[in-house]
T-cell receptor, first 113, second 113 residues
Framework: DAGVIQSPRHEVTEMGQEVTLRCKPI?????LFWYRQTMMRGLELLIY????????DSGMPEDRFSAKMPNASFSTLKIQPSEPRDSAVYFC???????????FGPGTRLTVT | DQQVKQNSPSLSVQEGRISILNCDYT??????FLWYKKYPAEGPTFLIS?????DKNEDGRFTVFLNKSAKHLSLHIVPSQPGDSAVYFC????????????FGTGTRLTIIP
């Protein structure tokens, strides 16, 4: 089992550029979550999907952030335009709905200069 | 408003002794609690969980205790081993089909050989 796959693992970009983070959940998992980890705020939930449908995006910091899940095996988190304060590690996680244990990917470390 | 709090950012314990990590929560609706372990450059991995109908759950060297009246849970690791050095997050979930996990800010555990 490959686990949750995220790409890229590291991203360095300049302020104002568009950034797209990608996630492939574990096959058979029907809930997908995007988190952001910072030193100050720990792990924050940004958005989650059930069966490819966005359920709660109240954690998305502002309109510069958007997420999609076009099918059960792929999701993207986009930041446009990016700002230095977006620098963080972004995690994707998936789970079988109804079973609380989420499985996390290795994360994408984003640096915006 | 931090609904799940881990007030100790770090903890050092001698190898072979007991490690006790603490977590407090404010939302009385939380009914399921989990502990995750995170190594550097990796995503968090599930460690152990407990439902609010129990006050203790044990898995090998790891035991989680829940005190609902105090809104407090703790993770005991005994005996502590060098491989236990990691950041530990507690997380909580509310009922009603809500898959959201609210995470604490983490405690960095260092096991001293």
């Amino acid at each position: 089992d490959a686990g949750v796959i995220q790409s890229p693992r590291h991203e360095v970009t300049e302020m104002g550029q568009e950034v797209t983070l990608r996630c492939k959940p574990i096959s058979g998992h029907n809930s997908l979550f995007w988190y952001r980890q910072t030193m100050m705020r720990g792990l924050e939930l940004l958005i989650y999907f059930n069966n490819n449908v966005p359920i709660d995006d109240s954690g998305m910091p502002e309109d510069r952030f958007s997420a999609k899940m076009p099918n059960a095996s792929f999701s993207t988190l986009k930041i446009q335009p990016s700002e230095p304060r977006d620098s963080a590690v972004y995690f994707c996680a998936s789970m079988v709905r109804g079973i609380y244990e989420q499985y996390f990917g290795p994360g994408t470390r984003l640096t915006v200069t | 408003d931090q609904q799940v709090k881990q007030n100790s950012p770090s903890l050092s314990v001698q190898e072979g002794r007991i490690s006790i990590l603490n977590c407090d929560y404010t939302n009385s609706m939380f009914d399921y609690f989990l502990w995750y372990k995170k190594y550097p450059a990796e995503g968090p991995t599930f460690l152990i969980s407990i439902s609010s109908i129990k006050d203790k759950n044990e898995d090998g060297r790891f035991t989680v205790f829940l005190n609902k009246s105090a809104k407090h849970l703790s993770l005991h690791i005994v005996p502590s081993q060098p491989g236990d050095s990691a950041v530990y997050f507690c997380a909580a979930s509310a009922p009603g089909g809500n898959e959201k996990l609210t995470f604490g800010t983490g405690t960095r555990l260092t096991i001293i050989p």
